[in-house]
C-alpha cells in the first residue's frame, strides 16, 4: 500500500504565528505533492502544490518545502489567522492519473 | 465558471439496498476521481475515470462501481450497501488527470442505517 504519513494530527497556533505541517512518502515514483485545505461541510481545495523538481514554493502566505532525498515535504503557514483553521491534507499522486494518495490529515486551529 | 457539482447533498439508506451518486464535473475536465471520506479511513481512492474508461482503481470491494458518459459526468454505485458504507463521497475533476490541479465538490453524505 503506498502511504502518507502526515503529522502532528492536530496543531493549535496564536494568530500571527508560524503553523507546520510534515508529510513523509515511501513511494519514489510519486511526482506531483499538492496540498489540500478542507472547512467542516466541505470538499478539500487545493492550496498549493509543488513537483520534485523544485526545493520550495511560495503562494502568499503559504509554502511548501520538499526533501527529494528525505522523501519529505511540508507546509508552513505564515502569520498564521484564525480563518485559517480547518483540516490539511498532503496527498502525492504519480503521473499517469489523477489518484491522490492522502496523509492523515492535520486539524489545525488558530487562537485569536 | 461552475465548479464540481455532486448531487444528492445528503442520503440515508437501509443496509442491503443500493445506491447511486451523481458528479458534473468542471466543464472540459474529462477525467473523474471519486473518493471515501471517513473518520478512521481518512481520505481512500476509489476510481478514476478518463474518456469514458476506468483508467485508475482503488482497494475497494467489487460492491463499488462507476461510469463516465460522453458529457464527462460521472456515476458511481455502492450496492448491497453495508454500515461501513456510510461516509462523505467525494468527486475531484481535472482537466486530463496527469496531475493537473484536481477540484473537489462538495460531497455526498451517505449515511447507511
Known amino acids: 500500500q503506498q502511504q502518507v504519513k502526515q503529522s502532528p494530527q492536530s496543531l493549535i497556533v496564536q494568530k500571527g504565528g508560524i503553523s507546520i505541517i510534515n508529510c513523509a512518502y515511501e513511494?519514489?515514483?510519486?511526482?506531483?505533492f499538492p496540498w489540500y485545505q478542507q472547512f467542516p461541510g466541505k470538499g478539500p481545495a487545493l492550496l498549493i502544490a509543488i513537483r520534485p523538481d523544485v526545493s520550495e514554493k511560495k503562494e502568499g502566505r503559504f509554502t511548501i518545502s520538499f526533501n527529494k532525498s528525505a522523501k519529505q515535504f511540508s507546509l508552513h503557514i505564515m502569520d498564521s489567522q484564525p480563518g485559517d483553521s480547518a483540516t490539511y491534507f498532503c496527498a502525492a499522486s504519480i503521473s499517469t492519473g489523477n489518484m491522490l494518495t492522502f496523509g492523515g490529515g492535520t486539524r489545525l486551529m488558530v487562537k485569536p | 465558471k461552475a465548479g464540481v457539482t455532486q448531487t444528492p447533498r445528503y442520503l440515508i439508506k437501509t443496509r442491503g439496498q443500493q445506491v447511486t451518486l451523481s458528479c458534473s464535473p468542471i466543464?472540459?475536465?474529462?477525467?473523474v476521481s471519486w473518493y471515501q471520506q471517513t473518520p478512521g479511513q481518512g481520505l481512500q481512492f476509489l476510481f478514476e475515470y478518463f474518456s469514458e474508461t476506468q483508467r485508475n482503481k482503488g482497494n475497494f470491494p467489487g460492491r463499488f462501481s462507476g461510469r463516465q458518459f460522453s458529457n464527462s459526468r460521472s456515476e458511481m454505485n455502492v450496492s448491497t450497501l453495508e454500515l461501513g458504507d456510510s461516509a462523505l463521497y467525494l468527486c475531484?475533476?481535472?482537466?486530463?488527470?496527469?496531475?493537473?490541479?484536481?477540484?473537489f465538490g462538495q460531497g455526498t453524505r451517505l449515511t447507511v442505517v
Open positions: 475531484a475533476s481535472s482537466v486530463d488527470g496527469s496531475n493537473t490541479e484536481a477540484f
Open positions: 513511494n519514489t515514483a510519486f511526482d506531483y
Open positions: 466543464s472540459g475536465h474529462r477525467s
